[in-house]
């Protein structure tokens, strides 16, 4: 049976993310929840509606479908990777880390709204997505359902995001002299800040699709490169894109010297670090046959992105 184009895939999986998380943010309190203050509704709404690519939750609901994992279980798994991602983008936006004035062409929270409530819109964000991912919507076994939230919370935490973020800032100089930063020191940062919640969509789509042994590895080998390889192409539209196009201020790293591989090896050699990359996570899918097509073209597709 032909398989739908990663570009039909995550055009479907980014509506119905839009309608879950156009109710999931309800400014309606639910059962348990004394209030839903008005302000922090409208920032978090602000954030996560009517923007983005959703391509976390579309790999992680294209690698369930690969094992037969079909449903509501996938879709609200990708809600709480999109929450984790939207808080995470919110928190990196503010003075004292990036320092961002525009995401995805508006203002950012802090922008739009002020530190405090930008801060705290991040906080709900991320809780939701972990009160989501508990529940019984997701898969109806619980033992998946802690499997899924230790991968994301791993994901996103200490030795994932937060961590990969801590590295970023020390590499600019934040806290004492920047040391130079070599090239492996860059990838480990890099496969931590943005390749960690890339990977974790990628397992979670392989979790509630019950993949174990080499499947699983292979996908683990797909993720990595995959996750690498946004960062290599964000990278590059850092040093080439205009902001109008790329939807946010664009020269930003080397303005503010930071450790990416555009710095060591310049645009053409990042460029063909992307290349590799692209070629490396195709080919992790070689034994997967016509089902991960959808897959392949999400590797092309964050090679050759735009914004």
Request: with cysteine; aromatic share 4%; charged share 25%.
């Amino acid at each position: 049976m032909p398989q739908p184009s990663f570009e039909d895939l995550r055009a479907d999986v980014a509506r119905r993310i839009e309608e879950g998380l156009d109710e999931l943010l309800s400014p309606k309190a639910r059962p348990g929840e004394a209030a839903r203050p008005p302000r922090l509704v409208e920032a978090m709404r602000y954030v996560m509606l009517g923007g983005g690519k959703r391509l976390r939750p579309a790999l992680l609901v294209g690698a369930a479908r690969m094992f037969g994992a079909v449903g509501d279980g996938p879709l609200a798994a990708g809600l709480a990777i999109e929450c984790v991602h939207g808080y995470s983008l919110v928190h990196d936006d503010l003075p004292a880390m990036d320092d961002d004035d525009l995401r995805r062409g508006r203002p950012t929270a802090h922008r739009a709204f002020d530190e405090a409530t930008a801060i705290l819109a991040g906080d709900a964000l991320q809780t939701i997505a972990f009160e989501t991912l508990a529940g019984e919507r997701v898969h109806a076994d619980a033992a998946v359902r802690v499997e899924l939230v230790v991968t994301l919370a791993r994901a996103a935490g200490l030795g994932g995001m937060a961590g990969g973020q801590m590295l970023d800032l020390a590499a600019e100089g934040r806290f004492g002299g920047a040391e130079v930063q070599s090239e492996a020191d860059i990838r480990r940062m890099q496969a931590m800040k943005t390749g960690a919640l890339i990977e974790a969509a990628v397992e979670m789509g392989a979790i509630l699709g019950e993949a174990d042994g080499a499947p699983r590895r292979a996908l683990r080998r797909y993720a990595h490169a995959l996750g690498a390889a946004f960062q290599v192409a964000d990278d590059l539209l850092d040093a080439e894109g205009a902001t109008g196009t790329v939807g946010k201020k664009t020269g930003k790293d080397a303005a503010a010297g930071k450790a990416t591989l555009v710095a060591v090896h310049g645009v053409d050699g990042a460029r063909r670090r992307l290349e590799a990359l692209t070629a490396e996570a195709i080919g992790a899918l070689e034994t997967f046959g016509e089902a991960a097509e959808p897959l392949r073209c999400a590797a092309r597709f964050v090679a050759a992105r735009d914004s």
